[in-house]
Nanobody, 123 residues
Framework: QVQLVESGGGLVQDGGSLRLSCAAS????????MGWFRQAPGKEREFVAH????????AYADSVKGRFTISRDNAKNTVYLQMNSLKPEDTAVYYC????????????????WGQGTLVTVSS
């Protein structure tokens, strides 16, 4: 059974940086896509970024393009989300996600979710 465990959330000031980590376990991830979503209070869960575990190809939501970077460390089975130039509107619970065969850009394509980690950006 695949398990995803996020870490790295916290409180940061406007313009600051954080790096989120997602440790994956339970199987080999060749052929999987790994993604990050976020959900702000009162809003729907939205796509942030995804990466192909095999090829390393990435994609980003327009709202984070140029500020966030998704990467993976195959040896550690870990996916990262480096977040720079953070804004108050980035405040949300961030979820790591995994899917096999489907691009993880919408929640319905996700097979496995992590428990989430809270990111708060103060103005």
């Amino acid at each position: 059974q695949v398990q995803l465990v996020e870490s790295g959330g916290g409180l940061v000031q406007d313009g600051g940086s954080l790096r989120l980590s997602c440790a994956a376990s339970g199987r080999t991830f060749s052929g999987y896509f790994m993604g990050w979503f976020r959900q702000a209070p009162g809003k729907e869960r939205e796509f942030v970024a995804h990466i192909s575990w095999s090829s390393g190809r990435t994609a980003y939501a327009d709202s984070v393009k140029g500020r966030f970077t998704i990467s993976r460390d195959n040896a550690k089975n870990t996916v990262y989300l480096q977040m720079n130039s953070l804004k108050p509107e980035d405040t949300a619970v961030y979820y790591c996600a995994a899917s096999r065969g489907r691009v993880p850009n919408v929640p319905r394509n996700i097979e496995v979710w992590g428990q989430g980690t809270l990111v708060t950006v103060s103005s």
